[in-house]
């Protein structure tokens, strides 16, 4: 800490990200990926640039083709002509575009969520990964009039933005199983996040819970982060045109296979996702890249491969869960891509050291009521196969030495 | 505005970017994008992947490789496997990487920027884009007890980003004649940010001056805003020793081709750098995607390039000016990829829109002082003799027409 740091500073909370693995080969099991690549349509609209991808939307293409016809590579017969030229041959016509600013708008990503999701494109706000929407969002909404109110066991980022812009919170702990209990919620006063299903704890609410909490508050914004709800949940995008309070946010971090792309996505009413531009603007307006707009439109359109993905994801989920059950492990029912779980022969920290040295990264926290679980990241198939064998030995071990 | 927005955001006054041309082909000048495309290198970084630009960077290598070997092509003999493999295949490795996180601390690109600029790793924060740079260090140094101090006619963002955090900020008009006077910046009991070359000004300040100013403020932060610093100024990191207050803010968006990539970085004492990524822990721990990591990284490492990029629209840039004071317009002595001019025979506002009509953009402002200047970004020479042939018809239609 620097003596210049601002006393508003002093007082934050930063989020400490999974670890990186660093020299050896490990298997990440630690940040909730997708063990699978992204759609082949991602490379080939990279490859191919905002003229493709418009030729097959057609109210994007005039966008598309503006910036395609403004670049560098038509600029002619002079010595700089003739370089930009030459550099542009070797290089896909995208690749050569990322002179220029991205779309502020980025009406091509917009387009294709606002069509998936059949709303509006004015009800669709997109973002550097989920993390900048969250912010947007808590900084739109909340202030020392509006406090937050969130989980004890939820996303950690949560605390830590509400730190970044001043924003009270209250915290609300779970039941002791690690249901969410709404009571607390209903007309509490207070802006409202719930993840949903919630992470680390992989459990879902019903929609009609999310609908009890955003009809009890119908002067607080509910928002509800939906990151994983592809791996068995149900979005409550159906409940928009009844509530003018929801703001959901979602993610191509996890089924979209995108999470080095950074792409996150907010849908809400209208008015609720100008009162978020307003911030986007005060704050980057150019917060995605030119890639990651394309990236991302064409991972949203290429649903059946998201589906045919995250469905092999849920089927090895429950293979894992009835793996670790029967060594005597408890799982909480999961609907993400990843499980929470606790040994019935070794501490957590055992666990989590004993993966580590077989190779296997996982994530634990130190708090007193989750310290005996590890968050596992569901893998491919065959990654997950050596991590319950690893565990088959951890567990073997521990009881030996008993 | 919905009647959530907090009262903390009713009065924030967000930034508004150039326009974005649609449906029409323009001559794009109003954003001071670079008429090149990248370096060739930038584009067999993101083909080729992690691994290569590792082999070309010692110390990389190991993230590099982790990442690469972690991909999911090597899941193997399984349905999933299969799947993953076949994508894989198709896809350059790096697409393929894409559904990992980036690195949270961008090493490779950090490395490439620190080896340039002959500092250390942890002197250099990377950023999506210089804006998040300077919200970082407004954040992280700047409150109701260190407000901020900047010029009248400087880039408009700070204003925005003020807002957004709250932060009070003195405004000190440039002289008659837009140079900045340092008077009102010694001892000024505030943190200062200058853009130097400043924008949309273009006029530049010696190094002496900069001296000065961060010698005369031991105890404010000195942010110095270096976006435009390779078309003919000259950076202050050889103050950074002799000078612990002093921040200096540069972007890959202009003279290194990749506003669409969205990397921009800072480099200061290793304390303010932690104080800076205190803030970016807070806010979006994975800001830079992984393509424009690789991106930048080989961007930065291609230092020729950037060179023959800016010698060339220097050139032009001279070559313009000439010719609109030919013209009976006041230029400003540029040391950027743009210049600031107004006509002698009409308004700015008529300039502007007779420019438009002949599909040519650039930026204007309605402010009182600058409302008859224009900002004209340096296109290639083509774009620029087109421009001038425009500007002829306009100024002799101007003074027909009186
Ligand atoms: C519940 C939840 N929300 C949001 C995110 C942020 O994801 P991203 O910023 O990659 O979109 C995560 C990431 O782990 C998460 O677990
Ligand atoms: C003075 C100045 N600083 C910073 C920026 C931001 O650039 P970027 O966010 O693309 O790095 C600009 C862009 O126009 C600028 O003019």
Same mark, same amino acid.
């Given at each position: 800490?620097?003596?210049?740091?601002?006393?508003?500073?002093?007082?934050?909370? +930063?989020?400490?990200?999974?670890?990186?693995?660093?020299?050896?080969?490990?298997?990440?099991?630690?940040?909730?990926?997708?063990?699978?690549?992204?759609?082949?349509?991602?490379?080939?609209?990279?490859?191919?640039?905002?003229?493709? =991808?418009? $030729?097959?939307?057609?109210?994007?293409?005039?966008?598309?083709?503006?910036?395609?016809?403004?670049?560098?590579?038509?600029?002619?017969?002079?010595?700089?002509?003739?370089?930009?030229?030459?550099?542009?041959? =070797?290089?896909?016509?995208?690749?050569?575009?990322?002179?220029?600013?991205?779309?502020?708008?980025?009406?091509?990503?917009?387009?294709?969520?606002?069509?998936?999701?059949?709303?509006?494109?004015?009800?669709?706000?997109?973002?550097?990964?989920?993390?900048?929407?969250?912010?947007? $969002?808590?900084? %739109?909404?909340?202030?020392?009039?509006?406090?937050?109110?969130?989980?004890?066991?939820?996303?950690?980022?949560?605390?830590?933005?509400?730190?970044?812009?001043?924003?009270?919170?209250?915290?609300?702990?779970?039941?002791?199983?690690?249901? @969410?209990?709404?009571? +607390?919620?209903?007309?509490?006063?207070?802006?409202?996040?719930?993840?949903? +299903?919630?992470?680390?704890?992989?459990?879902?609410?019903? @929609?009609?819970?999310?609908?009890?909490?955003?009809?009890?508050?119908?002067?607080?914004?509910?928002?509800?982060?939906?990151?994983?709800?592809?791996?068995?949940?149900?979005?409550?995008?159906?409940?928009?045109?009844?509530?003018?309070?929801?703001?959901?946010?979602?993610?191509?971090?996890?089924?979209?296979?995108?999470?080095?792309?950074? #792409?996150?996505?907010?849908?809400?009413?209208?008015?609720?996702?100008?009162?978020?531009?307003?911030?986007?603007?005060?704050?980057?307006?150019?917060?995605?890249?030119?890639?990651?707009?394309?990236? /991302?439109?064409?991972?949203?359109?290429?649903?059946?491969?998201?589906?045919?993905?995250?469905?092999?994801?849920?089927?090895?989920?429950?293979?894992?869960?009835?793996?670790?059950?029967?060594?005597?492990?408890?799982?909480?029912?999961?609907?993400?891509?990843?499980?929470?779980?606790?040994?019935?022969?070794?501490?957590?920290?055992?666990?989590?050291?004993?993966?580590?040295?077989? /190779?296997?990264?996982?994530?634990?926290?130190?708090?007193?009521?989750?310290?005996?679980? #590890?968050?596992?990241?569901?893998?491919?198939?065959?990654?997950?196969?050596?991590?319950?064998?690893?565990?088959?030995?951890?567990?073997? $071990? %521990?009881?030996?030495?008993?």
């Amino acid at each position: 800490m620097s003596r210049f740091l601002s006393k508003a500073s002093e007082s934050l909370l +930063p989020y400490t990200p999974g670890e990186q693995p660093q020299g050896r080969k490990f298997i990440k099991l630690n940040t909730n990926e997708c063990p699978y690549p992204p759609s082949p349509k991602v490379a080939e609209a990279i490859l191919a640039g905002y003229e493709e =991808i418009a $030729a097959g939307c057609g109210t994007a293409g005039a966008a598309g083709r503006a910036e395609k016809a403004d670049c560098g590579c038509d600029a002619g017969a002079t010595e700089a002509g003739k370089m930009a030229e030459k550099v542009a041959q =070797i290089m896909p016509p995208e690749l050569a575009n990322l002179r220029l600013y991205s779309d502020p708008e980025e009406r091509v990503l917009i387009e294709a969520i606002a069509a998936h999701y059949r709303v509006g494109t004015n009800q669709v706000i997109a973002g550097n990964g989920s993390d900048e929407i969250l912010g947007f $969002a808590f900084r %739109a909404f909340c202030d020392s009039e509006a406090p937050l109110q969130f989980a004890d066991l939820t996303y950690g980022f949560y605390p830590a933005l509400c730190g970044l812009y001043g924003i009270p919170f209250r915290v609300v702990p779970l039941e002791e199983d690690f249901t @969410l209990n709404i009571e +607390p919620y209903k007309n509490c006063g207070n802006n409202v996040i719930i993840a949903n +299903p919630n992470a680390p704890t992989g459990m879902n609410l019903p @929609l009609s819970a999310i609908e009890e909490v955003a009809a009890s508050n119908p002067d607080r914004v509910v928002m509800v982060d939906e990151a994983y709800v592809d791996f068995g949940g149900e979005s409550c995008v159906s409940l928009l045109p009844k509530y003018e309070n929801l703001v959901i946010i979602q993610t191509f971090s996890k089924s979209r296979s995108l999470a080095g792309a950074r #792409v996150g996505f907010a849908i809400a009413n209208p008015e609720l996702i100008a009162d978020m531009n307003r911030i986007k603007y005060s704050f980057n307006p150019y917060n995605v890249n030119r890639l990651s707009i394309l990236a /991302g439109a064409a991972a949203m359109r290429d649903w059946d491969y998201t589906k045919e993905c995250t469905g092999r994801i849920c089927k090895t989920r429950e293979k894992t869960t009835e793996a670790l059950r029967a060594l005597g492990f408890t799982v909480l029912d999961s609907k993400t891509n990843f499980i929470f779980a606790k040994s019935g022969d070794m501490p957590g920290k055992v666990y989590f050291d004993g993966l580590r040295e077989a /190779g296997i990264l996982v994530r634990r926290w130190d708090s007193e009521r989750i310290k005996d679980y #590890v968050r596992i990241s569901i893998g491919s198939e065959e990654e997950m196969e050596t991590f319950v064998k690893e565990t088959e030995k951890l567990v073997e $071990a %521990a009881r030996k030495g008993r």
